[in-house]
């Protein structure tokens, strides 16, 4: 018998391991050289839907957002959000339309899906695109990427330039569109009723101090006293000038001028402005585009629209994804499926009105248009004695509400609201007229100049700039957030309110014939948003909990807070987040 060979010595063996080992080295180079190939030139491809199915003759919904972030902000709608509110869409039937499905639905009367979506992304932002491009491929959604065209071509790296552009349109999941040729604002006066003139919007840093302005191609460069500084032709010579611009720059860098237009600002064109200013607006975008998005605020547009009157909404970095399918639901009046979240969770609570989404430790209830929200936790009633803490984060503009002692039968309730940065408490005896226990302005919320977005584009006059910002009450943003610590205790005739850990009531009498019931959460739109009328109240980590001789006596009802491991890993997720935006915005 012959004596063993060293394994070592095994050459057949080692050979055998090599071929093993390079196989596995080539693969995941092959891996990672496809996963880099993809990132680099986008090899995905969009899939045309099968036209032939379409048989819709009505009309389509048009959404367009502002712009996308890795998180939310004031004005970009975060990543994540945008995925779940495409998602949505995508899991009701909607499917993505062309610019030329749309120059068919109204030129030639061909059909569309039944739910049929056109989407874009405004302001030519870098990272919209960047964003937005992965979850477009997931649903295989096409959108149309607008710019400003005296940014296309600048080398500024916030902004698509045109070698990004025409890569994208390869795929065949974008489109081009543009927003016109520049941001730039005139007849400008502050709050003060002062004149300054003329003004590109990185002039503008203060924007809250602005209250009167047009955009540049809205109306007659005028003076101090509204009087034109410049005759019709002039006038005309002026806003033909920009559109020529803008015409130039896309043939010369792209080779052809996008075929849609959204133009800043909207609802103005056609709507109350100086009439030569229109004819000489409408005159050139008929020229140079095949459709205009004219208007803002209404998602649907049926055959009477026409090519150069179209409307679509801008969703608000804000809303949550129910806020986008409640205005769907009320602009096209087809019914939608809501989100609900967790289900767990949300089957605690009786959904009133409204619709109720449970996401993470987060409860976003969204009121219908014009209407209240309301949930109401099912095994709350009969409790005399309780306390209910929760964070209050939705936005400054609207109201807020927590009930406790809320008899349904009866209407008989004490309430805390939050409300335009106003704290309400109030009661109601069974059969009676509500009462205010207390009312009074909260601390103030502060805020970013650059988060704002200028809205008040209007017609105006002489008296109006002289006479300055209206004598109302304060104004605030809409889009800015308002976030405070509420906690609320009911114990035997006493009623507690305490408001970032100050008390604000305590130990308030309240009416013996409120003597028990249950505890419910109220989201309601405030008038001083005239452009919205569905709001998102948000309550996070929210704990209700029956009250015993002692306040450290308590049976939890309700929960969703972090807890635990579960709350550290979520604050140390927040704050490398909170680094990495810190680093993307600075370098």
């Known amino acids: 018998m012959g004596k063993k060979m060293n394994v070592a010595l095994d050459y057949r063996k080692k050979d055998h391991k090599k071929v093993i080992k390079t196989i596995v080295q080539f693969v995941i180079l092959l891996i990672v050289g496809t996963l880099f190939y993809q990132a680099v030139f986008q090899v995905t491809s969009y899939a045309e839907p099968d036209h032939a199915a379409w048989t819709n003759e009505k009309g389509f919904i048009a959404l367009s957002y502002f712009g996308v972030g890795r998180t939310g902000t004031p004005k970009l709608i975060a990543k994540n959000q945008l995925d779940e509110q495409l998602r949505a869409l995508h899991d009701q039937g909607y499917v993505t339309i062309s610019q030329q499905d749309i120059l068919d639905f109204y030129n030639k009367k061909k059909p569309l899906p039944d739910k049929a979506l056109f989407l874009s992304f405004e302001d030519g932002r870098n990272d919209s695109a960047l964003f937005a491009d992965p979850i477009l491929e997931k649903y295989n959604y096409k959108a149309t990427a607008l710019s400003y065209a005296n940014k296309v071509g600048n080398s500024d790296n916030k902004f698509l330039q045109p070698a990004d552009m025409l890569k994208m349109i390869k795929t065949g999941f974008w489109e081009l569109g543009s927003n016109g040729y520049r941001l730039t604002y005139i007849n400008v006066f502050d709050r003060n009723g002062q004149f300054i003139g003329v003004r590109d919007e990185n002039q503008l840093p203060n924007k809250e101090n602005i209250e009167y302005y047009n955009h540049y191609l809205m109306d007659f460069i005028r003076d101090s006293n509204m009087i034109p500084v410049e005759d019709r032709t002039e006038m005309e010579a002026r806003i033909t000038s920009d559109y020529k611009a803008m015409k130039d720059i896309y043939t010369k860098e792209l080779g052809f001028v996008p075929g849609v237009y959204m133009i800043m600002h909207a609802n103005t064109l056609y709507e109350g402005m100086n009439r030569l200013v229109s004819q000489v607006n409408d005159a050139n975008i008929r020229q140079i585009f095949k459709m205009h998005f004219n208007r803002e605020g ?188 509420m906690e609320i205790t009911v114990k035997g005739g006493s009623l507690r309110v305490a408001v970032d850990q100050q008390p604000v009531l305590d130990n308030a009498a309240i009416d013996p014939a409120i003597g028990q019931g249950g505890v419910a959460l109220e989201a309601q739109y405030s008038k001083k948003n005239k452009k919205d009328d569905i709001y998102d109240g948000v309550f996070t980590d929210v704990k209700v909990a029956t009250v015993g001789e002692k306040e450290t006596d308590q049976t939890v009802l309700f929960t969703n807070s972090y807890t635990g491991f579960q709350g550290a890993i979520s604050k140390v997720e927040n704050a490398i987040s909170a680094s990495i935006d810190w680093v993307i915005e600075t370098f």
């Open 298 to 485: 209404n998602v649907y547009n049926d055959r009477s629209a026409g090519l150069y009157n179209l409307t679509r909404v801008q969703p608000a970095s804000y809303w949550y994804t129910n806020h986008l399918l409640m205005k769907i639901q009320k602009d096209t009046g087809q019914k939608m499926k809501f989100v609900r979240g967790d289900e767990n969770l949300f089957d605690q609570w009786q959904k009133l009105s409204g619709a109720a989404q449970f996401t993470e430790n987060k409860i976003a209830l969204t009121s219908p248009p014009a209407e209240s929200g309301m949930l109401y936790l099912k095994n709350s009633d009969g409790n005399r004695d309780v306390q209910v803490s929760a964070q209050l984060d939705g936005n400054l503009v609207g109201r807020q509400s927590i009930y406790v002692r809320y008899d349904r039968k009866t209407d008989a309730y004490v309430r805390v609201t939050l409300q335009d940065n106003k704290l309400i408490v109030e009661q109601k005896k069974p059969g009676g007229q509500v009462q205010e226990l207390y009312s009074g302005k909260l601390s103030d919320v502060k805020w970013e100049s650059e988060d704002l977005a200028f809205n008040k584009a209007s017609v105006y006059t002489k008296a109006q700039t002289q006479a300055g910002a209206p004598d109302e009450e304060e104004e605030f943003p809409t889009n800015i957030k308002n976030t405070r610590q």
